[in-house]
């Protein structure tokens, strides 16, 4: 009984010194309580951005405050990171500030703003586990855009695709694709937050831009079959736009075996809107103004390196008239619905085909590899024969009658035979007849004139007679000025024929061009 008695009365004991001690708590914390409710300054223990303001007026805090964060900004820089690179940037130089004013009035209210038990418990908190108040903060917009855009540039790194490098012997080297890299902007203007004075590190969203054609695309090739290139350094503007928009469409096409490509699928609408330009065609075997104009420059082109690569040739048609970028009997005219230029890839390997148009010179190459073409191919075109134009006769009332004009003087048409030569280790080991070519003549034209020339006599002869009762002096004085008459008519004639035959020429010189 006697220890229940003790034990009881160590639990007493307890409880009372435990009341003790709450009681004397609660008794300093008031005391502490009504001491600060006299303090005219920020109560204790309350900091501003981390510097202590503990019984300080506003104005005094305001202006220590200022001083701390000003050093702390202007010495303040920020790792952006990305992959295994820092990019150390002044914190100032995004025109980074601090709302202070609402700051150091937020450290002053604590204690002061709500009820007498919350202000109490505000003061008592505060001076034990302190009050940090985290000022808001702001960028220079502009300064800040300025910042990441150069820090875009800096980060950027174009994609690198794969590409064949030429080697003098012919053979092919192929450079490796390389990943790009970018900064996404957007993203990155997210991390930029409030809080930035107490940042250190910041991962940069950088991403990586896959390259259009991998190395991979150009496995198999090390060597170019054939590569032709054609002159039009003196077309006109729209006629070489129009060459460039139709040469790109084949750019680094690649045709595994037994591929077959119509060149009229791949180029696709020939209107103003896919881009083409008007320029001068042939159409009906007369040369004129359309769209799409020196199109047919680029199937030729296209044919001649298909030839050289030996590759097989489903459809091509000659053109109508002579033209004068490459031999006549190795053009391919391409017209939609009626002429086409098709070819398959008869190799055991997939071919590439590479294009350049730079303005001066347009070029193809076919790629592919050196298993497939172990020679060389020779294209010979051979002139059949020449065809005279024919003669159309017209008639016209404005030339004299007697005389005859050379509208048009005509071309010569021409048939040709075109061989493809195989060489191997310097020999002809091959001949073969590829294609026929027939370029119609053009037609010579002739003005024979049916005009009179008598209208300048009767004039006369109705002047001599209205004159009958004058004298003889008269009479020959009328027929020397019926003679003079008679003479500048027909220097008038000859004139007008003159000029009717230049203007003619000259129209026909228009025409031509």
């Known amino acids: ?11 007493n ?39 202590d303001v503990s019984n300080l007026s506003k104005d005094e805090a305001l202006k220590e405050v200022s001083k701390v964060t000003e050093e702390r900004i202007n010495n303040k820089k920020i790792n952006f990171h990305y992959g295994d690179r820092d990019l150390p940037i002044a914190l100032k130089d995004f025109g980074y500030s601090l709302n202070l004013e609402d700051a150091v009035n937020e450290a002053y209210s604590i204690g002061r703003s709500k009820g007498l038990f919350s202000n109490y418990l505000d003061i008592v908190s505060s001076l034990i586990f302190k009050k940090n108040i985290i000022a808001d903060s702001s960028f220079d917009e502009g300064k800040k855009d300025a910042v990441l855009t150069n820090l875009a540039r800096e980060i950027h790194k174009k994609p690198l695709d794969a590409h064949p490098i030429f080697n003098e012997d012919g053979t092919i080297t192929i450079a490796k694709s390389e990943k790009g890299r970018y900064l996404d902007l957007n993203e990155a203007k997210g991390l930029l937050n409030k809080d930035m004075l107490h940042e250190e590190k910041i991962e940069l969203p950088v991403y990586d831009t896959e390259p259009k054609i991998q190395s991979d695309y150009y496995q198999g090739i090390d060597k170019v079959l054939g590569d032709f290139s054609t002159d039009y350094s003196s077309s006109i503007k729209n006629r070489k736009e129009n060459i460039k928009i139709a040469s790109e469409k084949f750019n680094n096409m690649k045709l595994n075996p037994g591929d077959e490509i119509s060149f009229n699928d791949i180029v696709g609408e020939i209107s103003e809107a896919t881009g083409f330009k008007n320029a001068t065609v042939i159409v009906g075997g007369e040369y004129e103004t359309g769209i799409g104009g020196g199109i047919c420059q680029v199937s030729t082109t296209l044919y001649n390196s298909l030839i050289l690569s030996d590759l097989e040739i489903v459809e091509r048609h000659n053109h109508s008239r002579p033209i004068n970028y490459v031999d006549l009997g190795t053009d391919a005219a391409v017209a939609r619905g009626y002429k086409d230029l098709k070819f398959k890839n008869n190799t055991n390997n997939p071919i590439i085909i590479l294009t350049e148009a730079d303005g001066q010179k347009l070029d193809f190459k076919v790629l592919g590899n050196s298993a497939d073409r172990d020679y060389q191919v020779k294209i010979i075109p051979e002139r059949l024969g020449v065809v005279s134009p024919d003669v159309k006769t017209t008639y016209s009332d404005s030339i004299p009658e007697g005389e005859t004009v050379v ?90 024929k003159s000029k009717d035959s230049k203007d003619s020429k000259k129209s026909k010189g228009k025409k031509k061009s």
């Open 1 to 11: 009984m006697k220890n229940l008695r003790n034990k009881f009365f160590n639990i």
């Open 407 to 496: 509208k048009e003087s005509g071309k010569n048409g021409y048939s040709y035979k075109t061989y493809k030569e195989v060489v191997k280790n310097g020999e002809v080991v091959e001949k073969e007849e590829i294609s026929k070519s027939y370029y119609v003549p053009k037609s010579k034209v002739l003005v024979v004139g049916t005009g009179s020339s008598s209208k300048s006599n009767d004039d006369d002869e109705d002047n001599n007679s209205n004159s009958s009762n004058s004298s003889n002096s008269s009479k020959s004085s009328n027929s020397s000025k019926s003679s003079k008459s008679s003479k500048k008519s027909k220097d008038s004639k000859d004139s007008k």
């Open 13 to 51: 004991n307890k409880v009372l010194i435990g009341i003790a001690i709450f009681l004397m708590l609660i008794f300093i914390s008031v005391m502490y309580f009504t001491s600060e409710s006299l303090n005219t300054g920020i109560h204790r223990g309350v900091r501003v951005e981390d510097v």
